[in-house]
C-alpha cells in the first residue's frame, strides 16, 4: 500500500466518511438526495479529516507506536515525523477547503471548529485527560450535526449528536480506566481523581445520553418506530453499572449501545420518509 495511504489508515477513514450518508437519512430521510453535491462535498471532507488527524497521531505518537503499532510508516522509516505532520496539517486545510463549496455557513463553521479541536486534541489536549475525552466526545457529535447541516438541517441531529458525544465521554473514561497501567505522559481523569471517583463519572456520562434520547419521544410520541431507543438505553444503563467494577466491559458494551441508537434514529428517518 502507498505509504501515504498507510498514514491516513483508509478504511477507517472511508467509514467515517460514509457516515455522513446514514447521519444525513438520519435527519431528513430520503429528502437528502436533494443534497446529493454537499454529500459529497462531505464524504470527501471527513476523508480529509480522518486522514489529517490520523497523520498528527502518528507524528505525535511515534515513539508510543515504536511498540504498540511497530509497522506504520513513520515508525519503519518510510514517512519522516515532520513529513506526517505536514501531511496532516494539509489534509487538515484541504477538509476546510472543500467545505466552502458548501456555501453554507453552517457547514464551513462546524467543519472549522472540529479542524481546530482536533489540532489542539492531537497537538496538547491529548495528554491533558479528561480535556482531551471531551474533545474526542464533542468531535464525535459534530459529525451528525455536521451531516444535519448538509441537508440544510442544522438541528436535526442535535438529539442523536448529543447522546453519541455524552455516551462517548463515559466509553472514553472507561478506556482510561482500562490503560491506566500503561498511559505514559498523560494525566487522565483517573490518575487525577481516583478508579473510583472516575467510574462514577463515567456512569453519569452513560446514564445523561439516555436521558438526552428521549427528547425525540416527547417531540413527536407518535413515532413508535424510534421506540427502538429503550435497547440503547438499557445497555448504556447496563454500562452505567459495568464500569465501577469492569471498565473493559462497559466501554465494549457502549459501542452496542450506541448501534442500538443509531438503528433508533434511522428507523424514525423510515416512519417520517414513508409512513407518514
Known amino acids: ?26 435527519a431528513v430521510g430520503t429528502s437528502m438526495a436533494d443534497y446529493w453535491g454537499n454529500l459529497i462535498i462531505g464524504i470527501l471532507t471527513v476523508f480529509c479529516f480522518v486522514a489529517g488527524g490520523n497523520s498528527l497521531n502518528d507524528y505525535i505518537d511515534v515513539d508510543i507506536d ?41 457547514c464551513i463553521t462546524i467543519v472549522v471548529v472540529a479542524v481546530i479541536l482536533m489540532f489542539s486534541y492531537e497537538m496538547f489536549l491529548k495528554q491533558r485527560g479528561f480535556v482531551g475525552n471531551l474533545t474526542i466526545a464533542l468531535l464525535c457529535g459534530l459529525v451528525f ?52 471517583n472516575a467510574s462514577i463519572v463515567a456512569a453519569i456520562f452513560f446514564i445523561a445520553g439516555p436521558v438526552l434520547s428521549w427528547y425525540p419521544i416527547i417531540k413527536d410520541p407518535d413515532n413508535y418506530m424510534y421506540y427502538i431507543v429503550v435497547l440503547a438505553d438499557i445497555v448504556f444503563f447496563y ?18 449501545g450506541m448501534l442500538f441508537g443509531l438503528l433508533a434514529f434511522v428507523m424514525s428517518a423510515i416512519y417520517y420518509s414513508f409512513m407518514v
Do not use: W
Open 1 to 26: 500500500m502507498n505509504k501515504y495511504l498507510r498514514l491516513f489508515r483508509p478504511v477507517n477513514a472511508t467509514i467515517a466518511s460514509f457516515s455522513i450518508i446514514i447521519a444525513a437519512f438520519m
Open 66 to 106: 515504536r511498540k504498540a503499532h511497530p509497522e506504520r510508516p513513520v515508525v519503519t522509516g518510510k514517512i519522516t515525523p515532520e513529513n506526517a505532520r505536514n501531511v496532516g496539517i494539509l489534509m487538515l486545510a484541504l477538509s476546510i477547503i472543500l467545505s466552502i463549496f458548501t456555501f453554507d455557513i453552517y
Open 145 to 196: 450535526v455536521l451531516a444535519g447541516a448538509l441537508v440544510g438541517d442544522v438541528t436535526a441531529n442535535i438529539a442523536v449528536g448529543g447522546m453519541a458525544a455524552l455516551v462517548t465521554v463515559g466509553r472514553e473514561i472507561a478506556k482510561d480506566i482500562e490503560d491506566m497501567e500503561s498511559d505514559e505522559g498523560r494525566k487522565t481523569l483517573p490518575m487525577s481523581i481516583g478508579v473510583r
Open 239 to 256: 454500562c452505567a453499572y459495568k464500569v465501577l467494577s469492569d471498565p473493559h466491559k462497559a466501554q465494549k458494551m457502549a459501542k452496542v
